[in-house]
Structures are given as structure tokens and as C-alpha cells.
């Protein structure tokens, strides 16, 4: 279950991850990445912003401090151009390994509770669940960009967890 060595391995994936899907989605035109693709937000784009968006809000949720001013209800409405998500992408991917270098091996017990804006509701879960569904989360989404990029014909490199460069592995 998730601790502190967890978090960390999962932030430098999520970080290594990013930058290659980001790289590979770059090299397509702007039509392509906003292309209606059958995935369930739609685009790479909007599947970009809304990975954004959800990353943001738990990240916001494990500090204890209210959600950046522009994040919306709508989770695919953050990108307005793609230079401006690459460098907010990379910040966030900063601050989630800054937490996990940070965070205490206690902050992993007991429970979350936040309001969820989604349902309307106070929502409590155990810490360790929320931790992993951050990175679970990253990870099925991002699943989804690559066969929107596979789909369109730009190339990812490797996404196996292995494969990890040792560069990301000394962040």
C-alpha cells in the first residue's frame, strides 16, 4: 500500500510519463491534438487538461490548501494554448515530487476528507486509497492519450515502469 517510497516512484513515473506523452503529442498539429477521438473527454487535449485538472485538486486535498483559482468544474477547459500547458504540466509535476519527497510516513494514516465539488458532498476515504488513486488515476488517462496518439500516428516512447530512465529514478 502506499508510503512515502511509493509516492516517490509513482511522481518521478508521472513526471517521466508526461514529458514523453507531451513530446510525442507536439509533434501533431493542433487540429490533431484537439480531434474528436471516442475517447471519453474526447480529444488528447482535453484528456491533457482534464489529468491537469484531477492532479491539481488532489494535490491541493493532500496539502490542506484550496485548488489554483482557474480550475473550473469543466476539467477539460484548461488548456489554452499548448506552450502554457507544458509549463504548468511541469510545474505540477514538480509540485507532486516535491510532496512526495516532503510528505511524513504518519501522513499516510487515518483519513481524507475533502468536498468533492463533483458531488456536491464532504467525501472521507483512507489516506493510502487517495494516494494511489492520484497515481492510478495519472495512469489510466494517460493510457488513454497514448492510443489517441497511436491513433494519429505519433510515437511514445517506452511507458513500462522498468523502462524508467535513471535520471528520473535520482529526482
Known amino acids: 500500500m502506499a508510503n512515502q517510497d511509493y509516492v516517490l516512484l509513482m511522481a518521478r ?7 514523453n506523452l507531451i513530446n510525442a503529442a507536439s509533434a501533431l498539429d493542433r487540429a490533431a491534438r484537439q480531434a474528436e477521438r471516442g475517447a471519453f473527454f474526447g480529444s488528447i487535449e482535453k484528456t491533457f487538461s482534464h489529468l ?17 483559482a482557474n480550475y473550473t468544474t469543466d476539467s477539460t477547459a484548461l488548456i489554452e ?6 509549463e504548468d504540466r ?7 515530487l516535491d510532496w512526495a ?7 499516510f494514516e487515518g483519513d481524507l476528507t475533502w468536498h468533492s465539488g463533483m458531488s456536491g ?8 486509497m487517495v494516494a494511489v488513486q492520484l497515481f492510478n488515476h495519472q ?4 493510457g488513454q492519450i497514448h492510443a489517441m496518439l497511436t491513433a494519429a500516428g505519433a510515437k511514445p516512447d517506452a511507458t ?3 523502462a524508467m530512465p535513471e535520471s528520473y529514478l535520482e529526482m
Do not use: C
Not at 485538472?53 to 490542506?64: A, Y
Not at 511541469?90 to 507532486?96: G, K, R, V
Not at 519527497?101 to 501522513?107: C, E, T
Open 13 to 19: 513515473y508521472n513526471m517521466w510519463q508526461n514529458a
Open 52 to 68: 491537469l485538472w484531477g492532479d491539481g485538486i488532489w494535490l491541493s486535498r493532500f496539502e490542506g490548501r484550496v485548488p489554483p
Open 81 to 86: 494554448t499548448w506552450d502554457q500547458f507544458q
Open 90 to 96: 511541469a510545474a505540477l509535476d514538480q509540485q507532486i
Open 101 to 107: 519527497h516532503r510528505v511524513a510516513p504518519d501522513w
Open 121 to 128: 458532498r464532504t467525501a472521507s476515504r483512507p489516506k493510502k
Open 139 to 142: 495512469t489510466h488517462h494517460r
Open 160 to 162: 513500462d515502469l522498468q
